[in-house]
């Protein structure tokens, strides 16, 4: 029994000792603080405490999220990249001991830096609109939420070798659980026709198992005013099912997925990738660094063709969903742009997560740098690469934003101000994007595993309290002063991507 926990005893005592669980913590307390304060000033339905109490579930929600496709889904992958598996599996450790040990104790440290926003939650109901069982039943479906996430990253990165393939595993786990019932209703709509999903039993049955088995769709109704009479029995029984049932998956397939020495699946991961990069390419023509980003650590063609495939079905999808939904073709538009922006902001910041990272892992950081190119251009061929493999959804904006201009032209036309104010958002967003991605790569340099998801919680911190500050003091030009505050941070970024990129070169 003592062996069993051993490992998972020796990485949850290192894990709530580090410094970084630490600051999460406190970054963590801050950043609630702050939106208490904002929920309380800038109140616009007379209902503070639900303000902040909808902003804190929603932060916690897209944080698992991402968690999940990064931080949960490199357990075991960390250990096969870095050719240290072989090592653990010497040892007396069983698989359940080891699966134990990488995983579960990171739930357990995701489940602390859940459990201590519960006082500060508790305040919500003080400020109005909350009620005290909305409180328990949200926190009871985020702890399930975790917990499913956990399980469904480990069992993504064992059947994995590499973490980024492990993220797109994890997706696909999650997204087949909590939203199978959409999968079906997609089904239904090609085989049997849209007369079906307007009838109102099979619209009835829809409605139900989104709100008690997705976790998004369970938030959805505990939040609103008939919540309190909700139970959150069956989407807890439902994720925590989920997460069993990937745990086990994840032990029956590990000796399996993790037969090989840790020497031997990174040698044979290269080698894949190698195959995958003959086959897009016969050799390097142009920019030699970013064909070897692009077919190496972002996959090649082959991923463009899949992720354009996937990008297509979604948008079918959509395009079925909206020629007997009310809303009209021109939101189906806007829906699809911002799905496109969302999606090319997810992929650019899991890219930057990677780039510099993997380069760190196998050693090459140094090779980079004693190339007869100064690093500036060095870091413009990794992103000449990021922009290729992210064709299939600049694609989807492209397409999406053509039946928009009209709309958008007429508008601004009608309304001036429009001139100056689409100009300043469009300039903040830019800015913005850029400073989120440089965060991102910054702490993928820093950190050994979680910077992804702490990279985007301080840029979330650090934009909304800039954001609540310059519509505070500067009102009607808090766009321009937020915008020229992001760009002068980004700049300062950049200086220190580039130090500590030059200090991980040397490192080696």
Known sequence: MHALFALFIRSLRDDTRSKALLWA????????????????????????????????????????VVAGLSYFASAITEEKEEATLGLLRMTDLSPLAILLGKSTSRFVGGALLLLVQFPFALLAITLGGVHMSQVTGSYAILLAALFFACNAGLLASVISRRTGVAGVWSAGIMGAWTCWMFLVAWGVLLLAGDHVLRSGSFSGWLEERFHGQCPVGAVNRLLNVSGIQFSVVEPCLWLLGGGVLAFMFSLVLFDRCCSESGEAAPGRARKAAGGAGRRGARRATGDAIAWRDFHFFHGGMRV???????????????????????????????????????????????????????????????????????????????????????????????????????????????????????????FLTIAQFYFNLRLVAWFSLRMKW????????????????????????FQQAAIIILAICTLIASIMLKRALHLRIEQAAAEE
């Open 304 to 426: 463009v063709w899949i992720k354009s495939a996937v990008y297509l079905a979604g948008a079918i999808y959509l395009a079925f969903e909206f020629t007997w939904s009310w809303f009209g073709h021109e939101f189906y538009f806007v829906m699809l742009f911002c799905l496109a922006l969302g999606f090319i902001g997810l992929e650019s910041a899991f890219a930057a997560s990677r780039i510099y990272r993997i380069e760190r892992k196998e050693k090459t950081l140094s090779s980079l740098l004693i190339l007869p190119r100064d690093l500036e251009d060095v870091i413009r061929s990794k992103r000449r690469a990021v922009v290729r493999s992210l064709c299939p959804a600049l694609a989807g904006l492209g397409i999406a934003a053509v039946p928009l201009v009209g709309p958008i032209v007429s508008n601004t036309l009608q309304h001036v101000e429009m001139l100056f104010y689409g100009p300043a958002v469009a």
């Open 25 to 64: 913590r406190v970054g963590l307390a801050v950043a609630v603080v702050f939106a208490i304060f904002e929920a309380r000033v800038m109140e616009w339905r007379g209902v503070s405490g639900l303000d902040f109490f909808e902003s804190l579930v929603w932060m916690n929600v897209v944080f698992i």
């Open 450 to 473: 979680g910077g992804l998801p702490t990279a985007l919680a301080l840029s979330w911190v650090a934009n909304s309290i800039a954001g609540f500050l310059a519509a505070v003091m």
